[in-house]
């Protein structure tokens, strides 16, 4: 089967992505379901790394200004789906709690249930910003723009060539951090983390136009989850200390003394300890299967063949 033009394929895959957007859109601004801003903000992720894997297919700086914005509606997203993730992880924990550490998860997840009500109207103010302005019609008619050019403009760029070209440095990117692997550095992991999701995400889009397409595409999801997972206990790790000393001020500004802000400290110690527990395990489940990653050769292999791959030029 022949491969689609470059145009072609470009235009259906972003077309694809801003329509997951946009399917979501009612949801998100009613604030009716939590996996629906999930959705979201993931298809707005993959939009972005679409326009900035095809920057030549449009004019001037036009997938720059688009990325922006998107960006702008993704920070709005993400400042949601994190407060979503807490109340979730913390909800876990107070299911399993005995009745005595249940008093500080309880106000905790009470703060973060405020939180989150306080950030729904600019959540859907921005989702309503983005989605009843002028963007996304205009991405909408440059998307098919580029499938009527493929009718017109026959291109032979070889997609695999392409892939390849895209794929290298974002893979490179990842393995510039392996000397954090097993530092247990929380920036280190994270910078990691991003590199993983970007190329995930680029390889999702090239798909089986990529060199290991599918191998590409379930390791590197398999290690953003690794690391996503790390990610959200060093958050909370930061998070708890601040969160202690202010409902400690909240309590005495309230009460006019300290007397009632003990009966917290148990069960914020223990959640604490449970997420430092958690991140000892998932940093070591994470260092084995990137050893075991590396011990088959998958890292050297994936690198030498799209070097390989890039040489071979339409």
Not at 10 to 20: C, M, S
Not at 34 to 47: D, I
Not at 84 to 108: C, I, T
Not at 238 to 253: K, N
């Amino acid at each position: 089967m022949k491969a689609p033009s470059l145009p072609a394929f470009a235009g259906r895959a972003l077309l694809e992505r801003l329509q997951k957007m946009a399917a979501e859109v009612r949801s998100v601004v009613e604030g009716d379901d939590v996996e629906a801003l999930h959705r979201m903000r993931v298809a707005s992720r993959r939009l972005r790394t679409g326009l900035r894997l095809f920057p030549d297919l449009f004019e001037g700086r036009q997938a720059r200004r688009w990325r922006r914005e998107i960006s702008a509606l993704a920070r709005s997203l993400g400042d949601g789906r994190n407060v979503d993730v807490q109340m979730e992880s913390l909800e876990g924990f107070l299911a399993a709690a005995p009745p005595k550490l249940r008093p500080g998860p309880e106000r905790l997840l009470l703060r973060l249930r405020q939180r989150r009500q306080a950030l729904q109207p600019t959540i859907a103010a921005e989702v309503g910003r983005f989605f009843g302005g002028p963007t996304p019609a205009a991405m909408t008619g440059a998307f098919r723009g580029l499938l009527e050019r493929s009718l017109l403009e026959p291109s032979e760029e070889d997609l695999s060539g392409r892939a390849a070209r895209s794929l290298l440095p974002l893979l490179a990117k990842l393995l510039s951090y392996e000397n954090v692997v097993g530092t247990g550095d929380a920036e280190g992991l994270h910078g990691m983390r991003i590199a993983a999701k970007r190329l995930r995400h680029a390889a999702e889009i090239y798909g089986s136009h990529g060199i290991d397409g599918e191998a590409l595409i379930d390791v590197t999801g398999e290690i953003q989850t690794l690391l996503g997972r790390i990610h959200d206990d060093d958050v909370w790790l930061a998070f708890l200390p601040r969160f202690i000393d202010e409902e400690r001020s909240r309590t005495v500004a309230y009460y006019g003394h300290g007397r009632a802000f003990p009966r917290l400290l148990p069960g914020l110690t223990a959640f604490s300890e449970s997420v430092a527990a958690d991140r000892a395990e998932r940093i070591e489940a994470f260092r084995r299967r990137w050893a075991e990653l590396d011990l088959r050769g998958f890292w050297a292999d994936s690198l030498a063949r799209l070097q390989q791959a890039c040489e071979v030029r339409p």
